[in-house]
């Protein structure tokens, strides 16, 4: 019997992360699947940090990454380079995840090669072109161009459903983003060591979280959306910064992303604060942000995969994005969207930290993102198959 040839492609941190156990899980079967691995490198120095924590070594690495470059540099990069790892590695399967231009061009140019692409968290919608963007439209042009789509949750389903997609290419398997946090913490609380290297970790790049008590609680800020470049951001720092005057017991910490149009803002409005609960950071590596998020109270993110893990983690999420692809999460009540409205973002702070029964209610709610076995169940069905 043949081995099916796999190779499995992603270019930025949120990519490597929902990639790490499907490949694992993959490599679990090596007298069924050869699998390679190919990193753009669409996010270098981020992406490096996931590779490490995973032990994954790529097979090809496009290294495309250079300082400012924009999504013509990057998609038509991808797309030219990735027709010779194709050429060599011969796939039988391609398989790209989520949202990007590697993502993108990736499935484009399989689809060139006539090679079948199978996309990891298919369906995901807001139907609103240039919201996310462009990542809305980068996932209405992957659903056209694969073979297998495997939605993360029912409503992922119905959408792709509705655009006429062939419901026995659909396959529902949770977000496996739900199977790398769970990996990740089983490491982190098994090892005190590990545990303790990363409280320096964070201490060293200018938090002390030794700091928090039942007394100081954490709050806990990403943002990076390009749509919310400009006002929405100069909004989103306004509001924190009246927050953290409000509730002086509670720390505001905001590692901030490397892209001048958010720390512009950001260290602007933010960085001459007098309040001295507020914590400017530079980007933490993956273990370290989890193990914040951990310990945090609320988190206020405009990231995708942030709502998903903070479901899993039982954290009240507050979305600072006007539409979001994961409703979910609304639904099942751990996220609220506030868009990037500053006195929306204040009163929804304000409730959560004052009304402990709409805090509770938000923390015991059931995530609806999976139970950790979305990559088990992908690989199965290839197995299944044979």
């Known amino acids: 019997m043949s081995k099916t040839r796999v190779l499995i492609i992603f270019g930025t941190r949120p990519e490597a992360i929902k990639m790490a156990p499907l490949l694992k899980e993959f490599q679990k079967y090596p007298e069924h699947f050869e699998t390679f691995v190919c990193a753009t490198g669409q996010h270098r120095q981020m992406l490096d940090q996931v590779l490490s924590i995973f032990d994954i070594k790529p097979d090809f690495d496009m290294n495309i990454m250079l300082p400012n470059q924009d999504l013509y540099d990057i998609f038509t990069k991808v797309l030219l380079k990735i027709r010779d790892v194709y050429k060599t590695v011969k796939p039988d399967l391609v398989f790209v995840?989520?949202?990007?231009?590697?993502?993108t061009a990736s499935a484009l140019a399989a689809f060139f090669e006539k090679i079948p692409v199978a996309h990891i968290e298919a369906g995901l919608r807001t139907n609103n072109r240039y919201s996310p963007w462009?990542?809305?439209?980068?996932?209405?042009?992957?659903?056209?161009?694969?073979?297998?789509h495997f939605a993360p949750t029912n409503w992922a389903?119905?959408?792709?459903?509705?655009?006429?997609?062939?419901?026995?290419?659909?396959?529902?398997?949770?977000?496996?983003?739900?199977?790398a946090l769970r990996m990740i913490l089983k490491r982190i609380n098994e090892s005190n060591e590990l545990s303790n290297s990363i409280i320096d970790q964070i201490t060293d790049n200018g938090y002390d979280i030794r700091r928090l008590s039942d007394n100081r609680r954490l709050i806990l800020i990403t943002g990076h959306r390009r749509e919310n470049f400009g006002s929405g951001f100069e909004n989103i720092c306004k509001a924190i910064k009246a927050s953290a005057e409000n509730f002086p017991g509670f720390d505001?910490?905001?590692?901030?992303?490397?892209?001048p149009n958010v720390r512009e803002s950001v260290y602007r409005i933010l960085g001459k604060s007098i309040n001295k609960n507020i914590f400017l950071i530079d980007p933490?590596?993956?273990?370290?942000?989890?193990?914040?998020?951990?310990?945090?109270?609320?988190?206020l993110s405009d990231s995708g995969g942030i709502q998903e893990e903070a479901s899993d983690l039982g954290k009240p999420v507050l979305v600072m994005r006007n539409v979001t692809?994961?409703?979910e999460a609304l639904q099942a009540g751990t996220t609220e969207l506030v868009g990037t409205d500053k006195d929306k973002i204040i009163?929804?702070?304000?409730?959560?930290?004052?009304?402990?029964?709409?805090?509770?209610?938000?923390?015991?709610k059931q995530n609806p993102y999976g139970d950790g076995k979305a990559s088990v169940r992908i690989v199965k069905y290839f197995l299944d198959k044979e």
């Not at 995840?97 to 993502?103: A, E, I, R």
């Not at 304000?350 to 509770?360: A, E, M, P, Q």
């Open 347 to 364: 009163s929804s702070i304000s409730r959560l930290i004052l009304d402990k029964n709409h805090y509770v209610n938000m923390t015991k």
């Open 252 to 259: 505001f910490l905001y590692p901030v992303h490397y892209n």
């Open 325 to 327: 692809e994961r409703p």
């Open 157 to 179: 389903k119905e959408n792709l459903f509705k655009e006429n997609i062939n419901e026995n290419q659909i396959i529902v398997t949770g977000n496996t983003v739900i199977d």
């Open 134 to 148: 462009p990542e809305e439209i980068n996932r209405q042009i992957i659903a056209r161009l694969v073979t297998y």
């Open 97 to 103: 995840q989520g949202d990007t231009s590697t993502s």
């Open 284 to 299: 933490l590596d993956y273990l370290p942000f989890i193990y914040l998020m951990q310990k945090c109270y609320i988190l």
